[in-house]
């Protein structure tokens, strides 16, 4: 078993900066790959962001690319996403999540999934 839990959300402007946080618990987090999805009230979750278990590649939905980063550090069972340039569109519950096999951008793929943290971008 693994435990999720995310933090960092909060309300921001159109144009400001969030760091998310996803700590770790349970088995070896070190050894997996990790990713980022959210959810808008209404809409399906997507994906947003992943890293591989080294934290050497990284993978970003192009909706994101340029404005998001994705960072880990196994020595403390965390995964971040710096989100900058942020826009109303952008407003959704952000959620942390363990790879488990198959494609990193598809939802399926994740075995073990964090509670969410709300973020609200006001324009």
């Known amino acids: 078993q693994v435990q999720l839990v995310e933090s960092g959300g909060g309300l921001v402007q159109a144009g400001g900066s969030l760091r998310l946080s996803c700590a770790a618990s349970?088995?070896?987090?070190?050894?997996?790959?990790m990713g980022w999805f959210r959810q808008a009230p209404g809409k399906e979750r997507e994906f947003v962001a992943a890293i591989s278990w080294k934290g050497i590649t990284t993978y970003y939905a192009d909706s994101v690319k340029g404005r998001f980063t994705i960072s880990r550090d196994n020595d403390r069972n965390t995964v971040y996403l710096q989100m900058n340039s942020l826009k109303p569109e952008d407003t959704a519950v952000y959620y942390c999540?363990?790879?488990?096999?198959?494609?990193?951008?598809?939802?399926?793929?994740?075995?073990?999934w964090g509670q969410g943290t709300q973020v609200t971008v006001s324009s």
């Open positions: 999540a363990v790879h488990n096999g198959g494609s990193y951008y598809t939802e399926g793929a994740y075995a073990y």
């Open positions: 349970g088995r070896t987090f070190s050894t997996y790959l």
